[in-house]
């Protein structure tokens, strides 16, 4: 089985601008979350989507949203982009929720 | 909130041999899981071993293995002959079993294997 897959893998905003990262999950898993890593804050949870709906949310701000297809396929978007959020951004997919959690490799957003 | 506690930011082990990463978290459910992942340099997240609260007997894969004390609440990782390919990032990671907000983790322990 494929893993879990993001896109685009390297992106470079400047403040202001909005951005929209993909993940493609496992096949047959319907649970997607989705995590920043910043070397200061280290990982944190951001939200998950299972069969469409918003299942939990983290502690970001109203700038951060998602979605989720009929595909299991997730995007999250962050409009008004700041320096603050240039992170690893990484996506993750299970079976169900809550259930083990597996990783993609990450889109590394760059804010100038 | 529960909390996840790493100790100890960087490891180093000899090629071969054994360590010990800790672990500690904080939570007043019973309810739960724990994971230990394992973020090499291409950061891509890999799961190494997991764990379900309710479960005594301390999960095992292959050279990685939990002591799990669920009263100390207390959760590390052995890895057994160690490799050059275990060089990573190990982040420590709790989730509850309602799924609310997700997994939670620590700061991490870089560990290095010295050949």
């Known amino acids: 089985k494929a893993g879990v897959t993001q896109t685009p893998r390297y992106l470079i905003k400047t403040r202001g601008q909005q951005v929209t990262l993909s993940c493609s999950p496992i096949s047959g898993h319907r649970s997607v979350s989705w995590y920043q890593q910043t070397p200061g804050q280290g990982l944190q949870f951001l939200f998950e989507y299972f069969s469409e709906t918003q299942r939990n949310k983290g502690n970001f701000p109203g700038r951060f949203s998602g979605r989720q297809f009929s595909n299991s396929r997730s995007e999250m978007n962050v409009s008004t982009l700041e320096l603050g959020d240039s992170a690893l951004y990484l996506c993750?997919?299970?079976?169900?929720?809550?259930?083990?959690?597996?990783f993609g490799p990450g889109t590394r957003l760059t804010v100038l | 909130a529960q909390t996840v506690t790493q100790s100890q930011p960087e490891m180093s082990v000899q090629e071969a041999e054994t360590v010990t990463l800790s672990c500690t978290y904080d939570t007043s459910e019973s309810d739960y899981y724990l994971f230990w992942y394992k973020q090499p340099p291409s950061r891509q997240m890999i799961l190494v071993i997991r764990?379900?609260?309710?479960?005594?007997q301390n999960a095992t894969e292959n050279r990685f293995s939990v002591n799990f004390q669920k009263a100390a609440k207390s959760f590390s990782l052995k890895i057994s002959d160690s490799q050059l390919g275990d060089a990573a990032m190990y982040f420590c990671a709790y989730r509850s079993g309602g799924g609310a907000d997700g997994l939670t983790f620590g700061k991490g322990t870089h560990l290095i294997i010295q050949p």
């Open positions: 993750a997919s299970s079976l169900w929720s809550p259930d083990t959690q597996y």
């Open positions: 764990q379900e609260a309710y479960k005594q």
